[in-house]
Structure formats: structure tokens, C-alpha cells
């Protein structure tokens, strides 16, 4: 089956800082989603984007799918952005996804 | 905003005991998915639905069953508890033409 690696596993920063996780897939995909799992374990999407790139507020996403790796940006951080974050991939036609093991990141004030 | 729903949110009961996990959606979804939530395991597929009735084994469907009779509705059942099913049950559902998956706030279980 598909791997999927995140990096890095855990991230700490300030308040402020800017952060880019990353997600490398070892096969093609038509199904690639980002999701952002809160303290309380709620996991909530927040891109799908199997190619190119999309924005969200401090929130941007960026896939390039022929390199198999796919980017997820936060800028300026805040306390609320801490939690662990997951991608996930898969292909239409197989309706289960492939999850990473996901990166933690722990925004200090 | 879709909206899926578990029915609980912390559940402890005892090994042997019959287990009930209930999912609702209200946006008309097709698929819908039942995963355990594991520390260091990270997210694993029980079993998935794509239709009412319709029913696939995912990567862990071992000890597990599940009911699906009306298509907002998803039920993960427990036979027969046991200590190693304690964890996070997590609940989704997709649309068939995108595949984008949203989830419920999941249910954590504890086996005693």
C-alpha cells in the first residue's frame, strides 16, 4: 500500500512564528487531504487538494504530485493552531484513505 | 457545514460486554468510515460503508461489527469487549465524487 511520511514529528515555536510541515507519499494519488486534529481529538479538514495550491486565511497548502510531497504552511502562529496534524491520501475508486503519523505541533505565548 | 455526530463521547465498560458506537450525518453522504485512534499507531480503518447495507472490511475488522440500515446512519458494534479495544473510535463520512472526509469529535472507550 501507499506509505505516507510527515515531517517534521514534533515542532515547537512561539506565538508569531512561521511553520511548514511537510507530507511525502510513495505513490501516485488523486486524494490528498490535510487535517488538523485539536487537544480534544476533533480531527477537522482543513484543505483537500490532491494538486496545486490553496489558501485559507493564515492557512496555505501546497501539492506537487508528480514529486509526491505535499505542503501545508501556517503563518503567524497562535496558540490555537497547536495539535497534531495530519495528512492523508488515497485514490478515487478506493475510497479508504492513507494516513500519516502526523506532525505535533506546540505553539508557546 | 456537515455534521457528523457521536452518539458518545466517553464510554467505560467492562470486557464481555456488548458495545454500541452510533454515527450520524446530516449531509447526505455515501461513504461513511469507522477508525481507532491508537498512540504511536495513529489513525487505523476498521470498516468502511458506501451504501446503505453495504459493508468492507478495512485494515483492523477483527473483533468488530457494523450496521448500516439508513444512510445517515453508521453503527460500530463490539461484540464482545475486550481490554485491547480500549481507544479513541473516530466516525466519518465522505462524498462519493470528492472523497473530502469530515469527522465526528469521537468516542473514547475504556475496557476494564
Known amino acids: 500500500g501507499i506509505q505516507v511520511e510527515q515531517s517534521p514529528p514534533d515542532l515547537i515555536l512561539q506565538e508569531g512564528a512561521n511553520s511548514t510541515l511537510r507530507c511525502n507519499f510513495s505513490?501516485?494519488?488523486?486524494?490528498l487531504q490535510w487535517f488538523h486534529q485539536n487537544p480534544w481529538g476533533q480531527l477537522i479538514n482543513l484543505f483537500y487538494?490532491?494538486?496545486g495550491t490553496k489558501q485559507n486565511g493564515r492557512l496555505s497548502a501546497t501539492t506537487v504530485a508528480t514529486e509526491r510531497y505535499s505542503l501545508l504552511y501556517i503563518s503567524s502562529s497562535q496558540t490555537t493552531d497547536s495539535g497534531v496534524y495530519f495528512c492523508?491520501?488515497?485514490?478515487?475508486?478506493?475510497?479508504?484513505?492513507?494516513f500519516g503519523t502526523g506532525t505535533r505541533l506546540t505553539i508557546i505565548p | 457545514d456537515v455534521k457528523v455526530t457521536q452518539s458518545s463521547r466517553y464510554l467505560v465498560k467492562r470486557t464481555g460486554e456488548k458495545v454500541f458506537l452510533e454515527c450520524v450525518q446530516d449531509?447526505?453522504?455515501?461513504?461513511m468510515f469507522w477508525y481507532r485512534q491508537d498512540p504511536g499507531l495513529g489513525l487505523r480503518l476498521i470498516y468502511f460503508?458506501?451504501?446503505?447495507?453495504?459493508?468492507e472490511k478495512g485494515d483492523i475488522p477483527e473483533g468488530y461489527s457494523v450496521s448500516r440500515e439508513k444512510k445517515e446512519r453508521f453503527s460500530l458494534i463490539l461484540e464482545s469487549a475486550s481490554t485491547n479495544q480500549t481507544s479513541m473510535y473516530l466516525c466519518?463520512?465522505?462524498?462519493?465524487?470528492?472523497?473530502?472526509?469530515?469527522f465526528g469529535e469521537g468516542s473514547r472507550l475504556t475496557v476494564l
Open positions: 466519518a463520512s465522505s462524498l462519493s465524487n470528492t472523497g473530502e472526509l469530515f
Open positions: 505513490d501516485s494519488v488523486n486524494n
Open positions: 487538494i490532491p494538486s
Open positions: 492523508a491520501v488515497g485514490n478515487f475508486g478506493n475510497e479508504k484513505l492513507t
Open positions: 449531509m447526505d453522504h455515501e461513504n
Open positions: 460503508s458506501y451504501d446503505v447495507k453495504m459493508k
